[in-house]
């Protein structure tokens, strides 16, 4: 906290490989909003890496068309997605419960 009591604006954070990571928000793909550092590069972690930390599929494509690639899109994306695996998970306990 600044001295005037109002907060920081930015975050920086390295992130680890033996501990969870962060929320992945929809600007984790910037060093400065949030602890998305790689842990090893002096990088924000990327669009990619963030995708595979919510469990999206190494392949999964985010845009068809590459003319129409816009990084924000992408982030908002990848940050409100429910994980994955998160979600497979839910759906199996509410089947389970249901049957």
Known sequence: MKSSGKG????????S????????TTLCY???????GHP????AISL?????????????IFVE???KFVIR???KMIGNAVP???????????KNHLE
């Open 48 to 60: 990619r890496e963030a995708a595979l930390l919510q469990t999206f599929p190494m392949d999964y």
């Open 8 to 15: 920081y604006a930015s975050v920086y954070g390295r992130m």
């Open 65 to 67: 068309d590459k003319d």
């Open 84 to 94: 994955v695996e998160l979600g497979k998970a839910i759906g199996q306990s509410i």
């Open 30 to 36: 910037g060093f400065g909003n949030g602890r998305f």
């Open 73 to 75: 899109s992408i982030g």
């Open 40 to 43: 090893e590069q002096h990088r």
């Open 17 to 24: 490989w033996d501990k969870p990571s962060p929320t992945i």
